[in-house]
């Protein structure tokens, strides 16, 4: 069974940055989807950066060129950098992983397994 951990949230002021990490087991392999979304109060879940079964990787708009994906194979450790945060930000972020796609992308829909979440908050 695929466990997902999530750490690395916290309270920072807007401009500041985050390193948001998942620890994953359960697993065989490195191929395969792997992502962060995250869901503010109120609002529904969306996608925010993830790695294809090929490695490509995926941003939300939003995010672009100041979130960065990346993944550590022998830690079996997904991450997200985070820079100038906003307070638009704030929110739960969430890991999640699927074993058998090959082009998830930053759609919910398309993964299986999900981390309980680590909660970020960006406020001055």
């Known amino acids: 069974q695929v466990q997902l951990v999530e750490s690395g949230g916290g309270s920072v002021l807007p401009g500041g940055s985050l390193r948001l990490s998942c620890q994953a087991s359960?697993?065989?392999?490195?191929?395969?989807?792997m992502g962060w979304f995250r869901q503010a109060p109120g609002k529904e879940r969306e996608g925010v950066a993830a790695?294809?079964?090929?490695?490509?990787?995926g941003y939300a708009d939003s995010v672009k060129g100041r979130f960065t994906i990346s993944k550590d194979h022998a830690k079996h450790t997904l991450y997200l950098q985070m820079e100038s945060l906003k307070p638009g930000n704030t929110a739960m972020y969430f890991c999640?992983?699927?074993?058998?796609?090959?082009?998830?992308?930053?759609?919910?829909?398309?993964?299986?397994?999900w981390g309980k979440g680590t909660k970020v908050t960006v406020s001055s």
């Open positions: 999640a992983a699927d074993l058998r796609r090959r082009d998830c992308g930053i759609r919910s829909a398309r993964y299986k397994y």
């Open positions: 359960g697993y065989e392999g490195v191929s395969f989807c």
């Open positions: 790695f294809d079964f090929d490695g490509t990787t």
